[in-house]
């Protein structure tokens, strides 16, 4: 019995032997390095988007509404005759609010009248328009600028430069800490974008109290950049 009983432990410890040389091997073969490499591209915008908005005041608020629609309906009307396309005109926030009088009771304060506001969102693709646009709109009935933005009408050429970017700033990373380490870099095994960061717009924000108060607006659109990251792995021979 003791004789038959040393074959089967021989094999019993080869077989274990076998997956702990396998391992090693394993785990020399997926040797790699990460490396996040970040690429920008910048350009001077070629559109913008702003908010335009009526605001109303009325002892009631069915006055207040009426007024207020009246003035953004002649405001839209203008945007259209110069040159602003349906598909570039949206109504971006509509409100009837109570005006309190806080002087005489705090706690339980008398309303004296409504406000009404309409505001739209406008996108401009001719910039050189924009600050016209912006001076008839208010000329027209609106009082209030809240914003403006810009951005780009067809933003891809910019990310592909940056993306370009990204990947050779990640390579040359790669390149650098193995030579660094004394070790010699291998083949790419992936690639994978990190995030593509969304033009960052300039904000201009006014109020707009007289209609001639927009007269000769002066507009600058600047530069407008996008960011891209990436990540590699590399195997390290």
Same mark, same amino acid.
């Given at each position: 019995?003791?004789?038959?009983?040393? @074959? #089967?432990?021989?094999?019993?410890?080869?077989?274990?032997?076998?997956?702990?040389?396998?391992?090693?091997?394993?785990? /020399?073969?997926?040797?790699?390095?990460?490396?996040?490499?970040?690429?920008?591209?910048? #350009?001077?915008?070629? +559109?913008?988007?702003?908010?335009?908005?009526?605001?109303?005041?009325? @002892?009631?608020?069915?006055?207040?509404?009426?007024?207020?629609?009246?003035? +953004?309906?002649?405001?839209?009307?203008?945007?259209?005759?110069?040159?602003?396309?349906?598909?570039?005109?949206?109504? =971006?926030?509509?409100?009837?609010?109570? $005006?309190?009088?806080?002087?005489?009771? $705090?706690?339980?304060?008398?309303?004296?009248?409504?406000?009404?506001?309409?505001?739209?969102?406008?996108?401009?693709?001719?910039?050189?328009?924009?600050? =016209?646009?912006?001076? !008839?709109?208010? !000329?027209?009935?609106?009082?209030?600028?809240?914003?403006?933005?810009?951005?780009?009408?067809? @933003?891809? @050429?910019?990310?592909?430069?940056?993306?370009?970017?990204?990947?050779?700033?990640?390579?040359?990373?790669?390149?650098?800490?193995?030579?660094?380490?004394?070790?010699?870099?291998?083949?790419?095994?992936?690639? !994978? /974008?990190?995030?593509? !960061?969304?033009?960052?717009?300039?904000?201009?924000?006014?109020?707009?109290?007289?209609?001639?108060?927009?007269?000769? &607006?002066?507009?600058?659109?600047?530069?407008?950049?996008?960011? &891209?990251? &990436?990540?590699?792995?590399?195997?390290?021979?």
């Amino acid at each position: 019995m003791r004789s038959a009983l040393i @074959p #089967a432990a021989a094999l019993i410890v080869a077989g274990c032997a076998a997956p702990a040389a396998s391992a090693a091997d394993s785990a /020399e073969a997926v040797r790699t390095i990460t490396v996040t490499g970040e690429g920008r591209a910048a #350009a001077a915008p070629d +559109m913008a988007s702003i908010n335009i908005g009526v605001r109303t005041e009325a @002892p009631n608020a069915a006055a207040a509404l009426r007024q207020n629609s009246a003035d +953004m309906t002649a405001t839209i009307k203008k945007l259209k005759e110069l040159g602003v396309a349906d598909k570039d005109i949206q109504t =971006s926030g509509l409100s009837i609010n109570p $005006r309190y009088d806080y002087e005489k009771n $705090r706690s339980n304060p008398e309303v004296i009248g409504f406000t009404a506001s309409n505001n739209v969102t406008v996108r401009l693709r001719d910039l050189s328009k924009a600050g =016209s646009v912006i001076d !008839q709109a208010v !000329q027209s009935g609106a009082n209030s600028l809240n914003g403006i933005s810009f951005s780009f009408s067809d @933003p891809e @050429p910019l990310y592909e430069e940056a993306r370009r970017d990204a990947v050779a700033d990640a390579k040359g990373k790669a390149e650098l800490l193995t030579d660094a380490a004394g070790v010699r870099l291998g083949k790419l095994l992936t690639i !994978q /974008e990190g995030y593509a !960061q969304a033009p960052q717009p300039k904000m201009y924000s006014a109020r707009m109290e007289m209609a001639d108060a927009a007269a000769n &607006v002066p507009m600058e659109a600047g530069e407008s950049e996008v960011n &891209v990251t &990436v990540s590699l792995i590399y195997a390290i021979e």
